[in-house]
């Protein structure tokens, strides 16, 4: 095999062996379509307080930006769907935040995974990204051709759903690139559209981040959620899985086998009184390894007064 193809196989090989459940590599060029509709839906306000979208907008859209000379973006998808759910009836918690915070997580097996191409190809220029950084990672998972971008907004494998977290790298290694994923079977279901509580889906596959709920119990920060919503969050105490759980892909989701993504013990324990009790030593204990941290025990507090008060 000649490098290019060598490399390829040797990137496909080593996300596998590293427990990726999905590997795909798409060309490093500037993503012209998805910076203009990235625009118009920050110019509509629908970021809400995230002002942090609007920065960085230039590396957001062309990868080589963010790495000089980059030529191959790998994206890598790693399930996260759990074994075992809450109980009925308590304060609900995102599946993606049942166990360890996914961005240390995946953020160790992107190094690992850099550090063996490198002991394998020899050193290169790359950069890896786990929702932390200005990457459109669903849009480059669609053009590496592991998925389609559903009416929910999230990246939809036909083969396992939904239920991934997505990490990228950027490299200026020259890889063979995959067939962008065209088709689109999300067809005529209109389940999450219809489910969303906050009515937070809009067509054409636009989601008013301002209303989502997964906004208002993470990102609203310092601020009271308004009172019009009062009896729509479903009970949602951090996050929302509501577009997610009604997709009828998700049919196909298989449980993960990654021993840090297993439910912290309160996570399938605690009840109503459990998470009232709590107190703010507790809370830094108990979700000290935990993605529910970023929200602080006083967003956990308003959150739950605003889904328990009538």
Known sequence: MIGKEKNTVLVQSTAAQLGFDFCGIAKAVPLDDDARRLEQWLQKGMHGSMAYME??????????????????????????????TQQSGVPKIST??????YH??????????????KQDIGDFNGRGFVDSAPVLERAWAQ???????GKNGNLINKKKGSYFFIATLITDIELIPDDPYA?????SCTKCIDSCPTDAILPNKVING???ISYFTIELKDALIPDSLKNKFDNWLFGCDVCQDVCPWNRFAEPHQEPAF????????FIQKDWEELTEESFKIIFKDSPIKRTKFSGIKRNLQFISSP
Do not use: M
Not at 104 to 116: T, Y
């Open 104 to 117: 240390d997580v995946i953020r160790k097996k992107l190094h690992e995974f850099l550090w063996h191409l």
């Open 183 to 187: 088709k689109d079977y999300c067809g």
């Open 210 to 212: 301002s209303q989502c």
């Open 96 to 101: 993606y935040a049942y166990g360890e915070d």
């Open 143 to 149: 053009k590496s051709g592991l998925g389609w971008i």
């Open 262 to 269: 297993e439910p912290i013990p309160a996570i399938l324990d």
């Open 55 to 84: 920065n960085h907008f230039d590396l957001r859209v062309n990868p080589q930006r963010l790495v000089p000379g980059a030529k191959s973006v790998i994206t890598l998808l790693f399930n996260y769907f759990p074994k075992t």
